[in-house]
């Protein structure tokens, strides 16, 4: 274990795909947390194929099942004696609610509480190892969120229309921002920071539940649009630049790394006090079969 360690989730394809490589160029061993068995085992040879010396583990958990992410970080932290970077990127856009075994709308529970309850499993390696990062990976679609009453839209399940989901998305996103920020008061900068950025619009399969999408990205790839070589630099930048190596609780563009505000309404950090509390009470009590 001389290689520093990071950990990433939504590795096996999109921007974190490009992040394991890039990691995994400068040095480090890569631990993958993923769903799918065979994406996992194609990003490891990707990896070896591509960088000569590249070390990497798949940890395999459902993120939308809290219980999964909050093993997978147990296991890693069995595994890896320290903890350099954990990026949080895995993330879903859901077009119409689905509802996981553990009772809660699945877009949330991949996008906030599985990152939520994986990171807490790891705080204490990462805090051993210090100095460490977290790299959460947000949205400027943030801001299609008007309002955030944590306790209830922790727990919504209701029904959504497609023309809905945006704002509903984009509410996740607006947590984990809030979260973000509400996490850096909470931990020593000095041994770990933790930031977020929004990566852009890049051509990934984040809206795979769309009818075409494949066709789409397949498209806008060819046609040289939303390149997320452009969005996993600003994650590669967040985690290993010497720049951001004392700057915690921040919120950056992927356009040159512009600090972005939390949008106002999970600015004011009383509501993200809030939504610390309501997420904890319900990681405690979220079963699944």
């Not at 497609?162 to 607006?174: D, H, I, P, Q, V």
Request: with cysteine.
């Amino acid at each position: 274990m001389n290689r520093p360690v990071a950990v990433i989730t939504g590795a096996t394809s999109g921007l974190g795909r490009i992040t394991a490589l890039e990691l995994a160029r400068r040095g480090y061993r890569i631990g993958v947390v993923a769903r799918s068995r065979p994406k996992a085992e194609a990003l490891l040879g990707e990896l070896r194929s591509t960088v000569g010396e590249a070390q990497a583990d798949v940890f395999h958990a459902d993120l939308g099942i809290t219980s999964q992410a909050r093993r997978a970080g147990e296991e890693i932290a069995a595994r890896y004696p320290r903890l350099d970077v954990l990026v949080n990127n895995a993330g879903l856009h859901a077009f119409s609610q689905r509802v996981t075994a553990e009772g809660t709308a699945e877009m949330t529970a991949v996008n906030y509480l599985g990152p939520f309850a994986l990171t807490r499993a790891l705080t204490h390696t990462l805090s051993a190892s210090g100095p460490a990062r977290i790299v959460n990976v947000a949205s400027e679609a943030a801001r299609q969120a008007r309002s955030v009453s944590p306790r209830q839209d922790l727990r919504s399940t209701a029904p959504y229309t497609r023309r809905e989901s945006m704002a509903l998305y984009g509410r996740t996103k607006l947590m984990t921002i809030m979260w973000t920020q509400e996490l850096a008061r909470r931990l020593d900068p000095a041994k770990v920071t933790v930031n977020c950025c929004d990566p852009g619009f890049n051509a990934t399969g984040l809206g795979r539940d769309l009818p075409g999408s494949a066709l789409l990205r397949r498209t806008l790839n060819t046609l040289g649009v939303g390149d997320p070589r452009k969005g996993a630099g600003i994650i590669v930048r967040l985690a290993t630049d010497p720049a951001f190596a004392h700057t915690s609780g921040g919120y950056f563009s992927v356009r040159d790394a512009r600090p972005l505000a939390c949008p106002e309404p999970g600015r004011d950090e009383s509501v993200q006090g809030e939504l610390w509390s309501e997420t904890m009470a319900l990681l405690a009590g979220l079963t699944a079969p």
